[in-house]
């Protein structure tokens, strides 16, 4: 494995849009691909993956808890794995449905949105298996499955905000299912709460932080970054220093991605580019979707909806 610890000053542009430093942050990955892998890299290397080659459906939704354990959603399942690779729960999503999107509350109960005709939202205690809330959202078109849903994300206020991907909005939702707050976008497909109280959304035109008021305080597109080539933008996330991380899609289902092709940039608030991911060989990390910046004081399970806990 080549690892280069780029300096923005130090290489031309041409050649720091072609290296990647993975010791530059310790991370969880995955990504929609023909394949189900999931990575945790640490000091550059790869410290643990997994791979179900007999599966099926892509790996739109993944994270890592404090104890190790991971939880994914791979559009027609939704699993826990401990760091052992054992399952210790998995929801096997009915036919005609997917679910792509799957959030912990505590270590006993996961919140996941299921696609089809009708679309739900659920709370489920994994310890007995029992759906311990259901709410039915709004579509667009509840005989298109696929493009209804992609990513939702806890607040620390206990609320739920959902990426409606075929309505162009986000939706910030409470825990009996009224609606508390929207905003638009284009095929939106990520959102994440900041600390600020501010919303990070990722739709088809960019990425953008918005107030609870819908004021935009700061927003990037393609554009901003044009030494870099971008295909499809997923999810965004912003790091404790301020900077955000946008990641780059390549679609495996509309042929072989190039090795051309980056997996994330790392952008300063003034939009500066100080990071590259583009790793497809030793290791062949594959497209990126999900990326979780790993903080040893980090509990992602420490969330809530409503009562929910």
Do not use: C
């Not at 720091?16 to 945790?40: C, I, M, N, P, W």
């Not at 399952?87 to 036919?95: E, G, L, N, T």
């Not at 999810?235 to 051309?260: F, K, Y």
Request: charged content about 20%; aromatic content about 10%.
């Amino acid at each position: 494995m080549r690892l280069l610890l780029l300096s923005v000053l130090a290489l031309p542009v041409a050649a720091f849009a072609q290296s990647t430093d993975l010791a530059r942050h310790d991370f969880f990955y995955a990504g929609e691909s023909h394949d189900r892998k999931l990575f945790v890299l640490k000091g550059g290397k790869v410290a643990w993956s997994f791979d179900e080659p007999e599966g099926k459906g892509e790996v739109s939704d993944a994270v890592m808890l404090s104890n190790g354990n991971i939880l994914f959603a791979h559009q027609f399942a939704v699993e826990e794995i401990t760091p052992e690779k054992k399952v210790i729960w998995r929801y096997d999503v009915p036919a005609g449905h997917e679910v792509h999107t799957a959030v912990p509350i505590g270590l006993d109960r996961v919140l996941y949105i299921q696609n089809g005709n009708p679309a739900l939202l659920r709370v489920v205690n994994i310890r007995t298996n029992a759906i311990e809330k259901e709410i039915q959202l709004p579509v667009k078109n509840p005989q298109s499955t696929h493009g209804q849903f992609r990513h939702a994300r806890l607040t620390p206020q206990g609320t739920l905000l959902v990426a409606h991907m075929d309505l162009s909005k986000v939706v910030e939702y409470d825990s009996e299912g009224h609606e508390l707050w929207s905003f638009p976008g284009t095929g939106v497909w990520g959102v994440t709460p900041l600390e600020n109280g501010n919303v990070l959304i990722t739709d088809k035109g960019g990425v953008r932080e918005i107030t609870r008021r819908g004021d935009s305080v700061w927003n990037w597109k393609p554009e901003d970054t044009p030494t870099v080539r971008f295909d499809n933008l997923q999810l965004a996330w912003r790091l404790p220093n301020g900077n955000t991380v946008i990641n780059n899609w390549g679609n495996e289902w509309s042929g072989q991605v190039s090795a051309d092709t980056l997996q994330a940039i790392e952008v300063t608030p003034d939009k500066k580019l100080v990071w590259v991911l583009k790793q497809w060989k030793d290791p062949n990390l594959g497209p990126a979707t999900t990326i979780q910046f790993l903080d040893a004081s980090e509990r992602p399970e420490e969330a809530h909806f409503g009562t929910f806990r």
